[in-house]
């Protein structure tokens, strides 16, 4: 897209890029800390609801795009499972490792959350599971199975919405007037790094081509990265503030949202019945994957020693990937 400005023209745009998203992931995170606050929602909560939501626009936009050109579909739902696996087992790795180097001692931050924030990240690591081996099992995904993970999102999005009301009251006062400001400067600040994101990939993409790297790898790093970048930007921003619930938050709440929301678009505007058993070996990582930070977060083992294992099993998921593709 900025082949015209060359390879110096690029990497500024780069360099711009990757300072502008540091920025519009700080002030995401900074405005949905200040909403949870005021508004009387968990930091978990507003993770999984408004900060998930805004950094899985990626991920819609390629569902959209694949509808527009039914053929292309099973590139959607190849990209909703692959980014489940690259949400749990890179960036929560790496925001795990991160924690670690800023708080020695072992982390205990589930103590700080609401039962029903708990509860919410469960849920959403049970949806993950279920659905990819249910759509196994049954051989195929149609526009029905489209309805009704859109109707499961629904749902639960209600559901979610009735934690406030056992919860405290947020702050009142002044800051209570600051409820919208706060909600259209989150939104802001995640679309910001959505568009970002975006200008990485491009310029990412035009540099490594005009240094020789093959499209087909670029397509298999920098461009399936890509859809995932939002989310590791609001991710590491938040443990660098040390609101690692908010983070996990947002990445579980992802991985719900690409399963059931973007997903279900998918399934629901494709007039094509997908073959399943293509997608096998990442519906079995992803299973595993989210089992995996089941136990991790049941026992209230977050360290580096976990980071260190979700990122192994990300390493054999990409050697396992491209064990039979020669470059």
């Given at each position: ?16 890029a990757l300072i502008a998203l ?40 390629v569902a959209v795009f694949a ?95 009735r934690i406030r009301n056992v ?161």
């Amino acid at each position: 897209m900025f082949e015209w400005l060359g390879l110096l023209g690029n990497a500024v745009i780069l360099v711009a890029a990757l300072i502008a998203l540091d920025r519009a992931s700080g002030l995401t995170i900074s405005n949905s800390v200040n909403l949870a606050g005021v508004t009387g929602f968990g930091k978990t909560t507003m993770g999984f609801i408004l900060v998930a939501f805004s950094t899985s626009l990626p991920e819609l936009f390629v569902a959209v795009f694949a509808v527009i050109q039914p053929d292309n579909v099973g590139v959607s739902i190849g990209n909703v499972l692959g980014s489940n696996i690259v949400n749990i087992c890179l960036i929560l790795g790496v925001c795990f490792v991160l924690m670690a180097l800023k708080c020695p001692d072992r982390i205990c931050f589930l103590p700080t959350m609401a039962k029903e924030e708990v509860g919410s990240l469960y849920f959403g690591l049970l949806v993950a599971s279920i659905v990819p081996l249910t759509l196994l099992y049954v051989g195929y995904a149609s526009q029905f199975m489209g309805a009704v993970l859109l109707a499961v999102f629904i749902f639960y999005l209600y559901q979610l919405s009735r934690i406030r009301n056992v919860k405290e009251e947020g702050t009142l006062g002044a800051e209570k007037g600051k409820t919208r400001r706060y909600t259209l400067l989150a939104i802001l600040g995640a679309v910001g790094v959505v568009v970002c994101a975006f200008f990485i990939v491009e310029s990412a993409s035009f540099i490594a081509t005009s240094v020789g790297v093959p499209k087909v790898i670029i397509g298999a790093t920098i461009v399936a990265f890509g859809t995932s970048v939002p989310e590791l930007a609001t991710s590491v921003e938040a443990v660098r503030k040390r609101h690692l619930d908010l983070a996990l938050g947002n990445i579980i709440g992802s991985c719900f949202i690409n399963i059931t929301c973007i997903l279900g678009v998918t399934l629901l505007a494709s007039p094509l019945r997908i073959n399943m058993s293509a997608f096998s070996d990442v519906a079995m990582f992803s299973l595993v994957t989210n089992v995996l930070l089941w136990y991790f977060l049941s026992s209230e083992k977050i360290g580096w020693r976990e980071g260190a294992v979700l990122l192994f099993i990300y390493s054999v998921f990409l050697a396992i990937s491209f064990s039979g593709y020669k470059f």
